[in-house]
T-cell receptor
Framework: GAVVSQHPSWVICKSGTSVKIECRSL??????MFWYRQFPKQSLMLMAT?????????EQGVEKDKFLINHASLTLSTLTVTSAHPEDSSFYIC????????????FGPGTRLTVT | GENVEQHPSTLSVQEGDSAVIKCTYS??????FPWYKQELGKRPQLIID?????GEKKDQRIAVTLNKTAKHFSLHITETQPEDSAVYFC??????????FGKGTRLSVIA
């Protein structure tokens, strides 16, 4: 149980275009999901907390107009990277808490974004 | 906010030896301390976790200790094997709040 999926697993896009990444909880409802970004050989850094039915909470330094987050249902959160640039190339990972297990977070498999 | 420091950044051990990775945290309210193993290009995989109401937890070759007073926790891997080679991250959180990760330790087990 407690499976989180992401789509796509990898994407290559041209500079200036937008890319949407989906994060789904497959067998549980997630009122809260988290989006992390991981650059090569670095740690996971929280970008934002996605709350179902309300606006996302962004971490300091993360541009909310560039990284659009929509948590429209209890099983789906999306991250849209708008006007992507090469410096946005990274590994994007989402996670969610299972309602019955408050502490443990379940991670999606990640999305490798490369902006050319 | 919470800050997690992790040491060492790299660690090489001979197969069969033990490996120890240490982390400190800053927020005394944090009560959940997981450890993750991450292989290249993969998601972090939870290997063990501990809550603030216990001081030690063990699962076969892996153990975690927690010192709330000193605000540090450690991962112990015994009888290391080549397949233990990976990057290990510690993290801290308060219940269902976002995890704050350490910078990671690259463990190499030399056969």
């Amino acid at each position: 149980g407690a499976v989180v999926s992401q789509h796509p697993s990898w994407v290559i896009c041209k500079s200036g275009t937008s890319v949407k990444i989906e994060c789904r909880s497959l067998d549980f409802q997630a009122t809260t999901m988290f989006w992390y970004r991981q650059f090569p050989k670095q740690s996971l850094m929280l970008m934002a907390t996605s709350n179902e039915g309300s606006k996302a909470t962004y971490e300091q330094g993360v541009e909310k107009d560039k990284f659009l987050i929509n948590h429209a249902s209890l099983t789906l959160s999306t991250l849209t990277v708008t006007s992507a640039h090469p410096e946005d190339s990274s590994f994007y990972i989402c996670s969610a808490n299972s309602p019955g297990r408050t502490y443990e977070q379940y991670f999606g498999p990640g999305t490798r974004l490369t902006v050319t | 906010g919470e800050n997690v420091e992790q040491h060492p950044s790299t660690l090489s051990v001979q197969e069969g030896d033990s490996a120890v990775i240490k982390c400190t945290y800053s927020d005394s309210a944090s009560n959940y301390f997981p450890w993750y193993k991450q292989e290249l290009g993969k998601r972090p995989q939870l290997i063990i976790d501990i809550r603030s109401n216990v001081g030690e937890k063990k699962d076969q070759r892996i153990a975690v200790t927690l010192n709330k007073t000193a605000k540090h926790f450690s991962l112990h891997i015994t009888e290391t094997q080549p397949e233990d080679s990976a990057v290990y991250f510690c993290a801290a959180s308060l219940g269902n709040t976002p995890l704050v990760f350490g910078k990671g330790t690259r463990l190499s087990v030399i056969a």
